[in-house]
């Protein structure tokens, strides 16, 4: 009888992996119900190693699983799945421009920054991050830095 155990589980193992080219769900469902079966089987005809089965038999689904994904990965099909380019900021792809005219600009902080807030600078309200420190309402700040919509701003010290 142990070798309908056997039996089932490499055939769950093989329709799991049938799994990944005939994608639908249905071959992977029979693969897991076939696992499930062999490990009942091992554990109703050696109780004493009960634990040893179930983990031989997760063990062999994951290993099915990750062998399948790197399988996948090599074919044609899997290839047209997985993106080949990049969009690097050199090549124009930027999700927000940066606007480097604020550097070094100065306004006032119309809330507190603890690390982020908002300021007014020339008349807009911009949203703002103070750099390390935290900066209380009302007090004059200088932009030091500006990546995409992320303004870095420092306090001036009032001399």
Same mark, same amino acid.
């Given at each position: 009888?142990?070798?309908?155990?056997?039996?089932?589980?490499?055939?769950?193992?093989?329709? $799991? +992996?049938? =799994?990944?080219?005939?994608?639908?769900?249905? &071959?992977?469902?029979?693969?897991? /119900?076939?696992?499930?079966? %062999?490990?009942?089987?091992?554990?109703?005809?050696?109780?004493?190693?009960?634990?040893?089965? $179930? +983990?031989? =038999?997760?063990?062999?689904?994951?290993?099915? &699983?990750?062998?399948?994904?790197? /399988?996948?990965?090599?074919? %044609?099909?899997?290839?047209?799945?997985?993106?080949?380019?990049?969009?690097?900021?050199?090549?124009?792809?930027?999700?927000?421009?940066?606007?480097?005219?604020?550097?070094?600009?100065?306004?006032?902080?119309?809330?507190?920054?603890?690390?982020?807030?908002?300021?007014?600078?020339?008349?807009?309200?911009?949203?703002?991050?103070?750099?390390?420190?935290?900066?209380?309402?009302?007090?004059?700040?200088?932009?030091?830095?500006?990546?995409?919509?992320?303004?870095?701003?420092?306090?001036?010290?009032?001399?």
């Amino acid at each position: 009888m142990i070798w309908w155990a056997v039996l089932l589980f490499v055939g769950g193992m093989v329709l $799991i +992996l049938a =799994e990944f080219f005939l994608p639908g769900g249905v &071959i992977g469902t029979l693969g897991v /119900i076939f696992l499930v079966i %062999s490990g009942a089987i091992g554990v109703y005809y050696y109780p004493d190693y009960a634990f040893f089965i $179930i +983990l031989g =038999e997760a063990a062999g689904a994951v290993a099915c &699983i990750i062998a399948g994904l790197l /399988i996948l990965a090599k074919t %044609s099909a899997g290839k047209r799945l997985r993106l080949e380019t990049e969009q690097r900021p050199e090549d124009g792809y930027i999700h927000m421009a940066s606007d480097m005219s604020l550097v070094g600009a100065e306004g006032v902080a119309m809330t507190m920054l603890r690390p982020a807030g908002t300021i007014e600078l020339n008349g807009r309200r911009i949203d703002a991050v103070a750099n390390g420190t935290f900066i209380d309402q009302g007090q004059r700040v200088r932009v030091v830095e500006v990546h995409g919509n992320r303004v870095v701003v420092e306090a001036v010290n009032a001399d």
